[in-house]
């Protein structure tokens, strides 16, 4: 079998957001977060804001573009509504970032959220309005719909999900996560679902005891297999993927039908394929496959190497012996 861990370490270290990514990511954090919590009706509200999404959880993959952060207003009056919210968002992230070199707005509205333009880092902030669930434990955010629309969520709790996930596989759990989430981008590109409904059902998987493995490529094959069984059941039989921060509740997703049924055909070959990789008595046959399912990085470069020895097209390169030494031509 074709393990190639030493190819596996390095497509993980491939797909590791940039030191600069790293860098910059956290400041434009910071600027969103003191742009908020100066403003006075918004400090009236208790806002406590704080970072989530990918980054947090470590499951980001380059190139990171955007940054999640999560505004808590535990003392927001209830005639407050997320349309309210939203425009004081605006109003106040407008005020403090204006407009970038060209003229354009760098705050622009979305659906739940305002995002925040960085041309300088050339990535993105989207700050989330959050409200207290009357539960006292979740949150609310803005919901598209009418003016006072909101969604039960409670993203810091799936950061310590996937800590706790991560530490009992081994430390397998994360970069599990990044190598799926790859392989979605490479088959996909900017397709819907995005990133998060293949980490969600991942977790859904390892959490359902499907996915095991000793190293990375038995990990990526078992969790691609347990995925696409995900998709299928999601796609064909209308079995949602759960939302494991809120028992009961489902996670929502935006995709077209044909979106879904694109993804369902691409993860079920993809899974196919990195089974018969894994299988493989040949090395590079074996990479050729898994760097097919990984694609490549923004420069052209493939995100899986080949093995020692082994051409583009995963040939063994001649050898011969020139003086007793082996000399590779």
């Known amino acids: 079998m074709a393990h190639l861990r030493k190819q596996f370490a390095e497509a993980l270290h491939n797909i590791e957001p940039d030191d600069e990514d790293k860098a910059n990511a956290p400041e434009a954090h910071k600027a969103v977060r003191e742009a908020l919590e100066a403003d006075p009706t918004l400090k009236s509200y208790g ?4 970072l989530i999404g990918s980054y947090k959880r470590n499951v980001s993959i380059k190139r990171m ?9 535990p003392d927001m009056p209830d005639e407050v509504t997320s349309q309210d919210i939203l425009d004081h968002f605006f109003k106040v992230l407008n005020e403090e970032f204006g407009r970038d070199e060209d003229g354009h707005l760098r705050t622009k509205r979305q659906a739940r959220s305002l995002q925040v333009s960085f041309p300088e880092y050339d990535l993105y ?7 207290q669930h009357m539960d006292g434990e979740t949150s609310e955010i803005p919901q598209k719909g009418d003016e006072n629309a909101w969604i039960q969520t409670n993203p810091e709790t799936l950061t310590t999900l996937s800590s706790e996930m991560n530490t009992e596989h081994d430390q397998h759990y994360v970069p599990t996560v990044k190598l799926l989430r790859q392989t979605r981008r490479a088959q996909r590109g900017t ?4 990133g998060f409904f293949i980490e969600v059902a991942t977790y859904q998987a390892f959490a359902d005891g499907d996915v095991t493995g000793d190293d990375a490529a038995e990990y990526y094959a078992s969790a691609l297999r347990a995925v696409s069984t995900i998709i299928d059941d999601f796609v064909l039989r209308g079995i949602a993927v ?3 921060t809120l028992p009961g509740e489902n996670i929502v997703i935006t995709a077209t039908e044909d979106e879904l049924k694109s993804l369902q055909v691409a993860f079920a070959e ?8 894994l299988a493989e008595e040949d090395e590079g046959q074996a990479a050729v496959k898994f760097r097919s399912l990984l694609g490549k990085d923004d420069d052209g470069e493939w995100i899986f190497p080949m093995p020692p020895g082994y051409d583009e097209e995963g040939a063994r390169r001649a050898s011969v012996l020139v003086s007793g030494d082996r000399v590779v031509c």
Do not use: C, H, Q, Y
């Open 47 to 50: 806002i406590d804001t704080v």
């Open 270 to 277: 993809a899974a196919a394929t990195a089974e018969t990789a």
């Open 242 to 244: 759960e939302d494991p």
């Open 191 to 194: 397709s819907k679902p995005g």
């Open 125 to 131: 902030v989207d700050a989330v309005p959050a409200r």
């Open 65 to 73: 573009k955007d940054v999640d952060v999560f505004s808590r207003l």
